[in-house]
T-cell receptor, first 113, second 115 residues
């Protein structure tokens, strides 16, 4: 089955700096890669996603890049703000199994004011 | 649009007891997922329904866990008997299309503590 590894497990940055979180996946059939943000005690919420036919996607301060050859994808947050502090999860899934998602173990991001 | 609803929000039981969780997905969503999220880890898929049929239950401990989605809408997840290692947050999610790769919307979760 699919295996997703996420790094780093914790990340601390100063407000205004950039943050980068990386994930690798094992199954070359995976074609959908969402990123979720989970604040303490709350539900995971989708912040951005990318499909395998696209190399990069951007939404304001958030961007995701995908390298299918190397089987890794990354989340980039620019101009970080204290409210970006949360746990971020990456996931990989493929349509042949009706969207079964395998999640990474999460990155705890702390943005220091 | 109303979100995914789950109840109860919290549950404390003793080991060997039984417990049931309920989920009401977003109206019209064909696919429903149950995840187990242990503290410090990512959500792990337990079972996935498409309408009222099971798509994947390969990671469901079937000797103690069961789930159903009668009529293809609400779903219940049951643990009987519970073990200490079942302490976790149980998340329900739903997605619109029956095909793969669509956005999953999560419920608030049920936090289970087994003593």
């Amino acid at each position: 089955g699919e295996n997703v590894e996420q790094h780093p497990s914790t990340l601390s940055v100063q407000e205004g700096d950039s943050a980068v979180i990386k994930c690798t996946y094992s199954d070359s059939a995976s074609n959908y890669f969402p990123w979720y943000k989970q604040e303490l005690g709350k539900r995971p919420q989708l912040i951005i996603d990318i499909r395998s036919n696209v190399g990069e996607k951007k939404d304001q301060r958030i961007a995701v890049t995908l390298n299918k050859t190397a089987k890794h994808f990354s989340l980039h947050i620019t101009e970080t703000q204290p409210e970006d502090s949360a746990v971020y999860f990456c996931a990989a899934s493929y349509g042949a199994n009706a969207g079964k998602s395998t999640f990474g173990d999460g990155t705890t991001l702390t943005v220091k004011p | 649009e109303a979100g995914v609803a789950q109840s109860p929000r919290y549950k404390i039981i003793e080991k060997r007891q039984s417990v049931a969780f309920w989920c009401n997905p977003i109206s019209g969503h064909a696919t429903l997922y149950w995840y187990q999220q242990i503290l410090g880890q990512g959500p792990k898929l337990l079972i996935q329904f498409q309408n009222n049929g099971v798509v994947d239950d390969s990671q469901l401990p079937k000797d103690r866990f069961s789930a159903e989605r009668l009529k293809g809408v609400d779903s219940t997840l049951k643990i009987q008997p519970a073990k200490l290692e079942d302490s976790a947050v149980y998340l329900c999610a739903s997605s619109f299309l029956a095909g793969g790769g669509e956005t999953q919307y999560f419920g608030p979760g049920t936090r289970l503590l087994v003593l």
